[in-house]
């Protein structure tokens, strides 16, 4: 892992609302005149590809909202190898993970030279005391997280290899959609080995899911470009529908 020091970037001030992901972004619940955000929000910071954002254990002491880049955040396993929990993208919150014990559980790692947004914890409580509906944009945030993970290990527990990286692929894509992008051409930020972790598969099986995707002309990966070519059929896929393609399961 790289060890760069993060650096400190531009102040927030105004660029909130020329932000373009601040519809989802948790400063949305505080009034634009500038004075909450100025006194809330922390410059900028900029953490370069491999750098951690935080690690598991660490005190917990702002909430980062993502402007621009990617992360992946993981729990380390008995064997202290890196299991993949969830993948963040511009607009999302990171370090929601600590309110309950104001300590990080998790890394959170950046795949591409990302900059977040800090937003002290501890000021934030009292804000939201002020503003109800911070605090009810606080905890939309949290309940999101809960039912991501919750979709997630629903789809360990009862989906193919295949259904399970259709699901992921169309994820994805309405998560890029959201944030003004296409939903058909995207770039995945993240390795293969990340998503296999991700999804509970071994690499190898990622590559052969992959590979029936193309045949069958659903997907096509370029590198790390994906191009989505039947949308329908991917969603059909991932859900398991028996109007969708047939694909035998491959063990996990």
């Known amino acids: 892992m790289c060890e760069l020091p993060p650096t400190h970037s531009e102040p927030l001030r105004s660029l ?15 009034p634009h005149d500038g004075s909450c955000l100025s006194a809330l929000i922390s410059p900028r910071i900029r953490i370069r590809k491999g750098a951690a954002l935080f690690n598991a254990n660490a005190p917990l ?3 980062y909202a993502l402007h621009s880049g990617s992360f992946k955040t993981h729990l380390n396993n008995a064997e202290g190898e890196g299991v993949v929990i969830n993948f963040w993208m511009p607009g999302d919150v990171l370090g929601l993970d600590a309110i309950a014990t104001e300590h990080h559980v998790c890394d959170a790692i950046a795949l591409e030279d990302s900059l977040v ?11 939201a005391r002020d503003f109800p509906i911070l605090q009810q944009r606080l905890n939309r945030l949290m309940s999101r997280e809960i ?16 259904q399970r990286l259709a699901s992921f692929l169309q994820g994805l894509s309405v998560r890029f959609v ?3 992008y296409s939903s058909h051409r995207f770039i995945l930020r993240m390795s ?10 071994r690499l190898e099986t990622i590559c052969r899911s992959v590979a029936r995707l193309r045949a069958l002309r659903i997907v096509t990966l370029h590198g790390r470009l994906v191009e989505i070519l039947d949308m329908q059929a ?10 969708g393609h047939s694909i035998a399961p491959v063990p996990a």
């Open 16 to 30: 909130c609302n020329e932000c373009r992901v601040n519809g989802l972004c948790l400063p949305t619940g505080l």
């Open 61 to 63: 002491t702002s909430l």
């Open 117 to 127: 947004c800090p937003i002290p914890y501890h000021p934030l409580q009292t804000l």
């Open 147 to 162: 039912i991501r993970e919750h979709e997630r290990v629903l789809m360990i527990c009862n989906s193919s290899a295949d």
């Open 178 to 180: 959201s944030r003004g």
């Open 192 to 201: 293969r080995e990340d998503i296999a972790s991700y999804l509970g598969l």
């Open 234 to 243: 991917l969603i059909a896929l991932g859900l398991g529908s028996p109007g």
